[in-house]
């Protein structure tokens, strides 16, 4: 792994602290009364084991008005802050910057991994100051995003670390892999989806196969005229622990939500509540719109409830445009990262699995989630994206 200096961590700290020192004066504001000032669980006297017990609101898992976001971890923390300060927002907001900071140190030797040394500290150094962070960052709440990114990072960094110098399997650092992703789990729950990242990253940069390599190797297989190549054993064993490890963490969610999903009304997602087509049709074009808050953050908001986004009730609605486009964007990114086996197609492989993977389960696409939109869930997300504007922005320089 390139060395990261205390120069790059010194200058990525001070673009953080210059850009959220003033949030150290705010107070708590909408998510953060429910999740500081209503939450008993924050209180000493309240048992410690009601931090696993109750969601990150302090209802208990059992009861049907839960919003079944179990994130025990998180809430740990705000127990600190507690006994630190009590309800005094000044060292909440501190402890947020502290770990955008550190975010931003991982992110960067996550980077090395895939870019030059300076194209990767141009897409730190974006990632530091995205304006995309603001709620993640500001909103005491958002450390839920913070905790989690910071595990899943460090998840990730250890798993690339499984392959031995005589390419065998390492298998201490597949174990904290393991233990990582859990951990990142109870922080938030899109902490799960590293494994999928993990497993990307093993197939398509590690061991530098590509679409139709893998197509033609399992053609072979299949027709009887080869084994599996020694290489490839190895690598189907490490998926399949990852796979087994997931699993297994799917499972214990579902029975701490005790299988059942939450409920939510209009005033939280009227999409979720609307009948087929408008339904799949706005969950669809949100894509794109959470696409554009990357690109272009220039009308952030802090709250997307009720009319914010009016639905899509009709295929003729020409906001569809743009979902086209967007889907036709993004599989035209993921052919290029998937049939070639170039050091630029890796990038690209990589920075998609960070945009598509940590938001899907935030995307309403599988299960409806309790917003419109949060541009907190695009922390993640927002790395891959810094990752395809760094690369990019190398290309363009290299062509004058």
Request: some cysteine; glycine content about 4%.
């Amino acid at each position: 792994m390139a060395v990261v200096s205390w120069k790059e961590i010194c200058l990525l700290t001070g673009l953080v602290v210059g850009c959220y020192w003033n949030s150290l004066f705010c107070g708590f504001v909408f998510d953060d009364v429910s999740a500081i000032l209503d939450n008993k669980d924050l209180r000493p006297s309240t048992p410690l084991k009601n931090l696993f017990l109750n969601d990150f609101w302090g209802t208990p898992m059992s009861e049907e008005r839960s919003h079944k976001s179990y994130r025990p971890l998180t809430v740990l923390t705000f127990r600190f802050n507690y006994l630190f300060s009590e309800l005094s927002s000044s060292s909440y907001h501190l402890l947020n910057v502290v770990l955008h900071a550190v975010v931003c140190v991982l992110f960067l030797h996550f980077c090395r991994l895939l870019l030059d040394r300076s194209t990767s500290l141009i897409a730190a150094l974006l990632f530091a100051v995205h304006p995309i962070h603001t709620e993640a960052v500001t909103g005491v709440v958002g450390r839920a995003e913070l905790l989690s990114s910071i595990f899943l990072l460090a998840a990730f960094l250890a798993y690339t670390k499984s392959k031995g110098a005589d390419h065998s399997i390492v298998w201490t650092p597949i174990i904290s892999t393991v233990f990582l992703v859990a951990v990142a789990t109870l922080c938030k729950e899109q902490g799960i989806t590293v494994i999928g990242i993990c497993c990307i990253y093993e197939v398509f940069v590690a061991q530098g196969f590509t679409l139709p390599m893998l197509i033609d190797t399992l053609l072979q297989v299949l027709r009887g005229k080869d084994g599996f190549p020694y290489a490839v054993l190895q690598t189907l064993l490490k998926l399949i622990v990852l796979i087994i490890s997931t699993l297994l963490l799917v499972i214990v969610r579902v029975q701490v939500i005790q299988s059942q999903l939450p409920v939510f009304t209009r005033f939280d997602n009227p999409a979720a509540v609307s009948s087929t087509p408008s339904r799949q049709l706005t969950f669809n074009y949100l894509l794109p719109v959470n696409a554009w808050l990357l690109l272009n953050p220039s009308e952030l908001c802090c709250d997307w409830t009720m009319g914010t986004i009016p639905l899509v009730e009709s295929l003729l609605d020409p906001r569809n445009l743009a979902t086209v486009v967007f889907y036709a964007m993004l599989s035209l990114l993921a052919y290029h990262s998937l049939w070639y086996g170039h050091s630029s197609a890796k990038i690209v492989m990589m920075a998609l699995s960070l945009i598509v993977l940590p938001f899907i389960p935030a995307s309403n696409l599988f299960f409806p989630v309790g917003f419109v939109v949060a541009e907190r869930v695009l922390y993640v997300p927002s790395m891959g994206f810094c990752v395809l504007v760094a690369h990019g922005f190398k290309l363009l320089s290299q062509r004058g």
